[in-house]
Antibody, heavy 124, light 112 residues
Framework: EVQLVQSGAVMKKPGESLKISCKGS????????IGWVRRVPGKDLEWMGI????????RYSPSFRGRVTFSVDNSITTAFLQWSSLEASDTAIYYC?????????????????WGQGTVVTVSS | QSALTQPASVSGSPGQSITISCTGT?????????ISWYQQHPGKAPKLLIY???TRPSGVSSRFSGSKSGNTASLTLSGLQTEDEADYYC????????????FGGGTKLTVL
């Protein structure tokens, strides 16, 4: 069964760094884009960006470019989302998602599997 | 202001049908057939229900169906069951702001 399993909830202080993870299993990890979606309490889901594990090609939403970094470690089929300096406004639930593909292997614009979410709390 | 507009809540009785709307613009819902719908129960990860406007993934009940007219997409649930009580989100590809997709604000379905 395809699964995306994310790292656990974390509490950090403003200015600290953080790296959260998303481990994919039971599918060809390098063949599917992995995206990141944020939900700030009381607000909408926001698309942060996406990375292709096959070649680490990454695309960022303008709202997040320069603030976060996506990476992958294919040897452990895991994607990462990291911050170098957290802010209180980064407090949110972060989901990793697998981008669906067509039968012919063309990437689509829906997410067929979601991680369980990682709660990030940034507070002094 | 959500990128895609959904009603905050809808309700229905077991066995009834309900429809949830999702209104966007010609830059997203109206311009492309990359509409998807997700169901989320409290404390759980969202689950894909519909993609490409009206396609159900394997394993999703045929009680869920999707459609689109102009700038508005719709999700219809027929034969409501108590386990359908959840939050529902729409999503669409968008050609603005270098984003890939935008989401609706979500609709809370209550099964009375």
């Amino acid at each position: 069964e395809v699964q995306l399993v994310q790292s656990g909830a974390v509490m950090k202080k403003p200015g600290e760094s953080l790296k959260i993870s998303c481990k994919g299993s039971d599918y060809g990890f390098t063949s599917y884009w992995i995206g990141w979606v944020r939900r700030v309490p009381g607000k909408d889901l926001e698309w942060m960006g996406i990375i292709y594990p096959g070649d680490s090609d990454a695309r960022y939403s303008p709202s997040f470019r320069g603030r976060v970094t996506f990476s992958v470690d294919n040897s452990i089929t895991t994607a990462f989302l990291q911050w170098s300096s957290l802010e209180a406004s980064d407090t949110a639930i972060y989901y990793c998602v697998r981008r669906g593909i067509t039968i012919s292997g063309v990437a689509e614009y829906f997410y067929d599997y979601w991680g369980q979410g990682t709660v990030v709390t940034v507070s002094s | 202001q959500s990128a895609l507009t959904q009603p905050a809540s809808v309700s229905g009785s077991p066995g009834q049908s309900i429809t949830i709307s999702c209104t966007g613009t010609s830059s997203d819902v109206g311009g492309y057939n990359f509409i998807s719908w997700y169901q989320q129960h409290p404390g759980k990860a969202p689950k894909l229900l519909i993609y490409d406007v009206d396609t159900r993934p394997s394993g999703v009940s045929s009680r869920f169906s999707g459609s689109k007219s102009g700038n508005t997409a719709s999700l219809t649930l027929s034969g409501l069951q108590t386990e359908d009580e959840a939050d529902y989100y729409c999503s669409s590809y968008t050609d603005i702001n270098n984003l890939e997709v935008v989401f609706g604000g979500g609709t809370k379905l209550t099964v009375l």
